[in-house]
């Protein structure tokens, strides 16, 4: 006799003369009620012909009716009312699955070896899960799971409703939560996480892989952790990992991530292609790539982090104070993308945009920064650092804000037909005193403006004229 689904529920029979008597477990929808029905209702109704399929308990004292130390494992069927009498300990009672009906909720002790399958109805369920290898799902109610600790348990626990609260202990399990609100403390185990709803998920010791349609918060930890953005149909992520100690790489799918790096090397950000991502560093290095229309992609405190822009959209990349970064704005074949460049500080090497539709603005405050302006249009602001310029092959625009206290910017590849001077700040007059004082020397042309910032046209040794101030 095998388990049906009638609308949104899972109907299972329990007895073998009577097809009339029936555990029915409410789903949320028919597609909950389908996948778990082809997961579990095989397991639970597997026995040997001529022996009672299953004991239907009601109160915990009719375990030992005939059931204690049973010589073949046994399908129990638990439908509790009482809430004075909802504990279940199947310590040693050689079960292998349990179907709960209960409209109340229940704890369930599970120690044994035998017990395999477990399908909780909406009551709810507190369930230690500390012996053998098994999977269980549970239909609604507020759940709180709590795996092993000796390692060896590898569990499947499967939300499709409710609230729920599960520490999943450390054995290597898999947990697929339900669209509401679940909290996941994952434990020393490798885990896989399926994230719906909004969810809070905080790694441990155990090297872990989230897969996230909902709203996720993730925090890593001193292990690894592989955060997946992904979507089911209209469902798109939206979440925020916040990196740790361990190995942090986040994939930002077709939705939207915010990261916030940790302390490990080489960590690996890459970011949702919706319409806001924001990246951050952390204290070690990484790999940041924008990918939405509006990118926030940042270096962190410490450690040498490379940063690339989207390949469209909107980029704003800010530089690390203290260490060097590779900053790469517009990927090959990118199509208007607007990258803007803050360095910060520090030393900087920094890539213009790749396709003729690209632009690059880049403001270049205190740091020393080595641009290389491609193929996009290119618009550098000079600060108080010595930056060096290989032009665009576009346009480049280079500006200038008085009070800028001695910066020094070397220009390579200077064409008066696709470069221009912009002043903001200075005095009028300047743009002629920079022209009418500008030399010649050892095959380079340097003008000098009135707050001592230094220009050198390295290579050039045509006029410098007053059509290339604007």
Known sequence: MSAYVDGN????????????????????????????????????????????????ITAPSQIALGLANPSAPTALFVQFSDTSQSTLDLTNQNAYAVVNASTVPITLNDSDNALQSIISGVGGMTLYAAGAN??????????IVTGGTTGVESWYFDFEGGTNTISAGAGNDTITGSPDTNLMFLGSGNDIVYSEGMDTIVGDTGADTINAVGQALAFNNSASMVFINTNIGSLVGSS????????????????????????????????????????????????????????YLASGT????????????????FGNPTA??????????????????????????????????????????????????????????????????????????????????????DIYDFNPLNAAFTLDGYASGTAANAVSSATVSNGSTTFTLSDNTHVTLEGYTGALTHASFV
């Open 240 to 295: 925020t990992i916040i990196g740790g100690s361990g190995a942090l790489s986040v994939f930002g799918g077709s939705g939207e991530v915010t990261v916030f790096g940790g302390s490990a090397n080489n960590e690996f950000m890459l970011g949702g292609t919706g319409n806001v991502d924001a990246l951050i560093g952390g204290t070690g290095s990484a790999s940041i790539f924008g990918a939405g229309q509006y990118n």
């Open 9 to 56: 529920n899972l109907v299972i029979p329990y007895s073998n003369t009577n097809p009339n008597d029936t555990v029915v477990i409410p789903f949320p929808d028919t597609n909950s009620a389908n996948y778990v029905g082809a997961n579990f209702a095989g397991p639970i109704e597997t026995y040997a012909p001529g022996i009672q399929v299953s004991q239907y």
């Open 324 to 409: 060097t970064d590779n900053v790469f704005g517009g990927q090959p074949n990118a199509v208007n993308a607007t990258d803007i460049v803050v360095p910060v500080a520090g030393v900087n090497t920094i890539f213009g945009g790749d396709g003729s539709s690209d632009t690059t603005d880049v403001f270049t405050a205190q740091s020393s920064d080595l641009i290389w302006g491609d193929q996009g249009v290119l618009f550098v602001q000079q600060g108080s650092g010595t930056n060096t310029v290989y032009d665009s092959s576009k346009f480049t625009l280079f500006g200038f804000v008085n009070g800028q206290a001695g910066g020094n910017l």
């Open 302 to 317: 410490t450690g040498a982090d490379t940063i690339v822009s989207a390949p469209s959209g909107t980029s704003y990349m």
């Open 134 to 143: 098994g999977a269980a799902a549970f239909a609604g109610g507020e759940n």
